[in-house]
């Protein structure tokens, strides 16, 4: 079955309603998208997980089709938004996989609600206060592809008042970089609907708001140091991207980590690798049973 064609359903979370699909039996796995995209990015890999897994995967609140709010997107009231979809659903326990900042959102509901994650996965991120800011500091190599936009977007009313209007161009450099080939990679059909999400009232501020709680993120991500993650943990990272620094950036947040490259893929490993990615992910999860 097309992911586009998978169950769906809306949850209250708060003062906002989260859009999910579900599809598949067995253990739940929950995946969890970052920024610029929405849950369309699971498109691939989320048919191939729900051939041995129950699979959510969720809009975040401001993107896709759930609801945009004024200001509350820091990693801990995302990661309360995923508590809530996980008790509406019924669900107990469950593995769960967050994607760029969705990773900051799965750390924050795992630190929150250890006793509900059986197994964990980190892809393509490196949490504020644990290598985070290094990538958005400048320095002399610098270049238009560089990760200038994560400084800038911590000063949301310029970020946006610089792309309001220019969404798809944005877009269009933003899936560009850091890519392992190009934009090539991702069809004309994806690249409007994430262009239409980021370009409806509010969409883009919301958007640049998931970066600008990095301070917030930092302080509440402090308490790793004392109290790392325990449960099996997967990091992984595009092979044109984080690569070999994907442990590095992790051993301190997960005390029971593994690690792996995504060959031939950028960031954006759902659309350059999500053959590899989905079966790196289904190998993991399926070691739970034993």
Known sequence: MRFEDWDCGRI??????????????????????????????????????????????YDQRGMGMSTITASAYDGTTRGNDLKALLDHLGIKRAHVVGFDLGAQ??????????EMVERLSFIEYALPGFGYEQHMNPNPEWTIDSNW??????????????????????????????????????????????????????????????????WKDSKDNAVFHEKPLEMPTLALGGEASLASFTQAAWKDVA???TSAIIPKAGHWISDENPAFTAGALRDFFKAARS
């Open 105 to 114: 959102t799965v750390a924050s509901f795992a630190r929150d609600n250890r």
């Open 12 to 57: 209250p979370a708060g003062e906002v309603s989260l859009f999910y699909r579900r599809a598949g039996s067995g253990h739940p796995l929950v995946l969890v998208h970052g920024c610029p995209m929405h849950s369309l990015m699971w498109h691939h890999i989320a048919p191939a997980l729900a051939k041995d897994f129950d699979v959510i995967a």
């Open 149 to 214: 936009h994560l400084g800038l977007f911590t000063i949301p009313t310029v970020a946006e008042f610089l792309f309001s209007g220019r969404e798809r161009q944005m877009l269009s450099w933003w899936f560009h970089h850091i890519a392992y080939s190009g934009n090539s990679y991702m069809s004309p059909e994806h690249f409007e609907a994430y262009a239409q999400t980021l370009s409806k009232p509010g969409g883009l501020r919301a958007c640049i708001e998931h970066y600008a709680t990095v």
């Open 255 to 257: 005390s029971n980590l």
